[in-house]
């Protein structure tokens, strides 16, 4: 459930969906928001309960509630909605919902303004410093770690985290737009409601807000702190203690398994893969785990590439005195784009969909990587990989890698499939001869 303020014919509105994202859904879960209660917060004012009616669109057969908001400036909207008991599977399930808008000058402002009153259920959003936007979770104003989160970034797919022990999520910060952010915080506890039984109560809340031009991340920094803060935010493995794995590789027609393992400066042992997969498997690795140890040697000063118009991947700057002449796009605190001339080639890398972590840092998940020949600025061949990720302890490692290639000798399709993955120990660490 998702509360929203839009403007009406005169005045605006509160607006309130039963949807994935806060826009109109199906109109037959109208009937299903009888149970919801509504509130507008004004400062200075008294809580007004608002009066909800319900409205269909049956050309689209969409539909919601709505109620008139008569105040103007920063407002907060507030939604209860118990739903009842679910049948999920072979579980029954409590559904509670929660809804919170926060309008005009109220988004991001870290004051009392911007927490509910009348929800349980609570996402605070704040704007830290310059550079950092958290979302806090809060539980009868109490903060829940390991808590589910789900935002959608002005402009971009929603995106999964996991909320710290304070019940944090820290973000770069977007550039201005509208966010929309989901929380669910689950009890195990059986119980009984309108003389049904359930077996757990699943408490779901949402968040509306928009961060105004003026207290967004500067749209103009230099070119040097625009790649500067793009690099801070890349997931890393600070004091990486190294990890061990059983790697699996598939071919379009063939499979092979062995292990490896990855010590603390990034040395790669590979054992039980045939020549082949050794050396497959070692191209992959290296590139994996030099994009995720911590430091890096390009250099830090950059400028500005002038360009006719705004570009789809981010702005576009070169890195001074760098003999590849490396040229990346960023986009959203993330570089998108990096592109690179090597002797007799050429290459680009894309990056199309990213992960955040628990610490709000990004990592790659589908990217491409399209290689030139310099010369004559003919396609050699491209690849589409896909990353997943998975948590062991304070890093994120691999779980699982595909990659789709093409050239002129065909297109083949090869996963790397990491299991019984391991944090090394000084013991086992000792213990690993090359």
Known sequence: MWVDAEAGEGTRQAKVYFSEQPRAGSAHL????KSAVAWEFTPGNEPMRLALSAWTDKSRDVGGLAAALPGEGACRLEVDCPY???HHGETSLLLHYYAKHLGGESSGDPGS???????PLDIVPEVVGDDELTLRVEWQGKPVGGCELDVVLPGSQPREFM???????RLPR?????????????????GESGG???AQLWHIATLTFALPAKVAADDSPTASKLLDDARRTRAVWNNFPGFTSTLTIRTDDRSQTGTFTVDSEGKITLKGLDELGKGFARQQLESLVMHRLPGNTLPTEAEYVDEPAAHVMG??????????????????????????TMGNMRFTITLLDAFHDTEGKYLPHVFTVSFWNAKTGELESNH???QQWTRVGQFDLPAKLTIVSSDNKGRRVTQMIFTDLRLLTPKTASAIKP
């Open 30 to 33: 109208v009937d299903r928001m």
């Open 84 to 86: 009842g008991v679910f």
């Open 113 to 119: 303004f911007v927490r509910a009153k009348r929800l």
């Open 163 to 169: 909320t710290d022990p304070q019940g944090t999520v």
């Open 174 to 190: 977007a550039r201005a737009g509208k966010y929309a952010v989901r929380a669910k915080y689950v009890v195990h506890e059986p």
């Open 196 to 198: 049904e039984r359930y």
């Open 315 to 340: 702005r576009s700057v070169r890195l001074a005195e760098e003999r590849m002449g490396s040229v990346y796009r960023i986009r959203d605190h993330m570089i998108t784009e990096v592109n690179r």
């Open 384 to 386: 589409t990989y896909d």
